[in-house]
Structure formats: structure tokens, C-alpha cells
């Protein structure tokens, strides 16, 4: 059998309860991300081992994967047969689109902005990589096709490492990085260090715990719960799709 096939398969057998299958999603998701090291470009970022020049790209091919994070969000939403749950998600979208403030895209847009000089404009008038694309488009088929537990698990736990309190955020890490290492100041950085409230922080329990919440009290048979751990895997995947693709085409090797 090859040993290329992308699907993962995690049997049960019976159920889970709620609390010890949220910590098996957690456990699978850090077990594909050792598995898969999706962070080599993040490591050289991290080490301050980036030119100026190969940092800025990497934030202009960053744009293409989540500059419409509300269309996934959107469609996780449409597919959700269960009222109670819709209520929650839409509190989820609704700080996706920030209202009064900017849009999560549109804090993106100011990082590329201050710290680069990179407008809204020069940002779609670059083109992704294919790499980017076929990661953001599994994102969007998730959420558009399987199921809206699949989508959480994908896009909110294997994407966004929603509500994941054993360590630190990804983004926090980056923002650290991207400040001390690059000189960038914090005023450039709100996309960064709102997620990082959002996702674990003081505000997590209004955005980034409404999906692993979800996941607690709806996926509870067998056979949802092994299809939501194999969709936090396949977030994993594309998500180092994503990074080898930058990593490739910046550093060639
Ligand atoms: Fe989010
Ligand atoms: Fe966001």
C-alpha cells in the first residue's frame, strides 16, 4: 500500500465521551503537526532567519489563505441544521467581520500595510501559488460539502487552533518574532494579537471555544467523532501544504 495515501482513518470502535473526545482532538491535532512539521517556514521566521524581503512575501502569500476566511465560516454556518448551535456559530462569524471595527482580512490588510507598504490592492493583484489555493479551497470544500462538525474540526481546530490552551498560539509566537526580530512595531500587529485573544485568551470563550464547545455536545457517536478527527488531520495536511509551497518558492529547496 503506499505509504503516500493522505487519508487518515481513526477507528473507535464505540464513542467518546464529551471531555475525552475534545482531548483526543487536541491529542490528534498535535500529533499531525509533529507528524507533518508543518513549520519550517515558521521556524526560520521564528529564528529571525528570513530576509526582509522573503518576510514580506511570505505575508503577501499568508493574504491568499485567509482573505476569505468569512465564505468557509459562512458555509460551516448555512450547513448547520441545529438552531441552539447556529446561534453560537454566528457569534463566531460576527467577530470574524468585526463590526464596529475591521474585518479580520482587513487587519491583515494593515499588517501588509505598515509593516511592508503593501496595499490592499498590490495584495490581489499578486497571484497564489497553487499550493495556496489547493489549501484554501480543502478549507472551503470542507465547510461547503461535509459536514458542519467536519467543518469546525477542520477549519477552527486544524486551522485556526481554536481554543487549543495547552500551549501557546502560533500567532503569538509569530508576533513575538515579527516585533523582536524584525523590528515591526505593535501597531502593525493587531491581526496577530487579536487572534491570540480570541483563539486561548481572555476572549476565547467568545470566539475561539465555540467550536471545540460544539464538538463536545454534538459530535457524540462513533462514527461522527472518527470522521471529525480525520478532518482536524486533513486541516493539518493542507496547512503544510500551504507553508512547503511558500517554503519552496521563496527558498527553492
Ligand atoms: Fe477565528
Ligand atoms: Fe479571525
Redesign the pocket.
Given at each position: 500500500m503506499s505509504t503516500l495515501s493522505p487519508v487518515v482513518q481513526i477507528h473507535l470502535g464505540k464513542p467518546l465521551p464529551p471531555e475525552a473526545f475534545l482531548d483526543r482532538v487536541y491529542d490528534e491535532l498535535h500529533r499531525a503537526e509533529k507528524e507533518l512539521n508543518p513549520g519550517r517556514l515558521a521556524g526560520l521566521l521564528l529564528e529571525g532567519k528570513l530576509t526582509w524581503e522573503q518576510l514580506k512575501q511570505y505575508a503577501i502569500h499568508m493574504w491568499w489563505l485567509?482573505n476569505e476566511?468569512q465564505k468557509t465560516h459562512g458555509y460551516i454556518y448555512q450547513n448547520c441544521p441545529i438552531e441552539a448551535a447556529r446561534k453560537e456559530l454566528i457569534k463566531n462569524i460576527i467577530?470574524?467581520e468585526g463590526p464596529p471595527g475591521p474585518t479580520?482580512p482587513e487587519l491583515y490588510v494593515e499588517y501588509c500595510e505598515k509593516a511592508f507598504g503593501v496595499s490592499r490592492q498590490e495584495l490581489e493583484s499578486t497571484r497564489p501559488l497553487a499550493t495556496t489555493v489547493a489549501a484554501r479551497n480543502h478549507f472551503l470544500w470542507v465547510a461547503l460539502t461535509k459536514s458542519w462538525l467536519e467543518g469546525i474540526a477542520a477549519v477552527i481546530i486544524g486551522g485556526?487552533k481554536g481554543g487549543d490552551k495547552s500551549r501557546d498560539n502560533p500567532l503569538y509566537t509569530m508576533s513575538n518574532a515579527l516585533h523582536d526580530r524584525y523590528g515591526i512595531p505593535w501597531d502593525a500587529l493587531r491581526f496577530f494579537t487579536?487572534?491570540v485573544e480570541?483563539e486561548q485568551g481572555e476572549k476565547a470563550e467568545e470566539h475561539g471555544e465555540i467550536g471545540p464547545h460544539l464538538l463536545m455536545q454534538y459530535a457524540t457517536t462513533a462514527d461522527i467523532q472518527e470522521k471529525v478527527l480525520a478532518a482536524v488531520w486533513d486541516g493539518v495536511i493542507v496547512h503544510k501544504v500551504f507553508f512547503d509551497g511558500v517554503y519552496h518558492h521563496l527558498l527553492g529547496h
Open positions: 485567509i476566511i467577530v470574524e479580520h485556526e487579536v487572534h480570541l
